[in-house]
């Protein structure tokens, strides 16, 4: 079973950056693609940004390229979100999600995602 646990959400005005940090329990996370998702209220979830477990070939949604950063640090089990220059439309639930692929191939659809965490607020005032 493979468990995803993200954390560092939390307030911040426009402007400023939050990284956030998820971590995956199982030994095999290395298999793992692994994306950024994010809910807003009243909307659905969308695609944030996503890297394969090669860490090689990173996607991003077009509302968050130049901004946000992924990143993954397979020895720790963890893969990186670095939102910087946050806006108030960036307010959201984020959520992390694992999916088994090959080495190079990103996942951007939710129905591709195997496990996904509880989710982390972000709440960015104007």
């Known amino acids: 079973q493979v468990q995803l646990v993200e954390s560092g959400g939390g307030w911040v005005q426009a402007g400023g950056s939050l990284r956030l940090s998820c971590a995956v329990s199982?030994?095999?996370?290395?298999?793992?693609?692994m994306g950024w998702f994010r809910q807003a209220p009243g909307k659905e979830r969308e695609f944030v940004a996503a890297i394969p477990w090669s860490g090689a070939g990173t996607y991003y949604a077009d509302s968050v390229k130049g901004r946000f950063t992924i990143s993954r640090d397979n020895a720790k089990n963890t893969v990186y979100l670095q939102m910087n220059s946050l806006k108030p439309e960036d307010t959201a639930v984020y959520y992390c999600a694992a999916a088994k692929a090959p080495a190079y191939v990103v996942k951007i659809r939710q129905n591709e995602y195997d496990y996904w965490g509880q989710g982390t607020q972000v709440t960015v005032s104007p």
């Open positions: 199982g030994r095999t996370f290395s298999t793992y693609a």
